[in-house]
């Protein structure tokens, strides 16, 4: 069976403002508009999850709800995660293994290096030094469920970024 994972690192934010938490640092005006257009960019290409799983950190929530705002999808039904924030890829996969086996298409919203480390494990071909902000992998999972998702053939088929030309 072919499940589809959209792993995204959150989009452009603000600073660190002196006495602020790195949790709660915002999105830039910027990142609100990548957001949005990263979610037209995998609207474009029917990258429509059935589930959104995302960091609750500021910047990530913000970056979650744009994109579901833009796919059509229940922002109350966001499946925020605490220990996707600043992560190991072994997290990622211990979210995957959790998820329903109803949900084909699953989307993670989390940060680097976390996203970055994570993606590159995902496929041989596919091997970036640092995801931008905004940057959105999606992948073809061949599997018929979700706990198989670290044995099962993996192909990277879909990678843009904010700067990316189309």
């Not at 957001?35 to 037209?40: E, H, L």
């Not at 109350?76 to 220990?83: E, G, R, T």
């Not at 992560?87 to 990622?92: K, L, Q």
């Amino acid at each position: 069976m072919k499940r589809t994972l959209i792993v995204m690192r959150h989009a452009k934010t603000n600073a660190q403002e002196q006495g602020q938490l790195d949790y709660d640092r915002s999105l830039t005006g910027r990142g609100h508009r990548n957001a949005v257009d990263m979610g037209i960019r995998m609207k474009e290409k029917n990258l429509v999850p059935d589930l959104i799983i995302a960091s609750p950190a500021k910047r990530t929530r913000q970056t979650a709800e744009e994109v579901a705002g833009v796919l059509g999808y229940d922002k109350s039904k966001i499946k925020f995660v605490k220990d996707l924030y600043h992560c190991t890829p072994a997290v990622f996969e211990e979210v995957i293994y959790e998820t329903d086996d109803d949900m084909r298409t699953i989307m993670i919203i989390a940060h680097n290096p976390g996203t970055s480390d994570f993606a590159n494990q995902l496929s041989p071909e596919f091997d970036v030094d640092d995801l931008p902000t905004g940057a959105v992998v999606a992948t073809h999972v061949e599997a018929k469920h979700w706990t198989d998702f670290s044995s099962a053939g993996k192909e990277v088929f879909f990678y843009t970024y904010p700067k990316k030309e189309l």
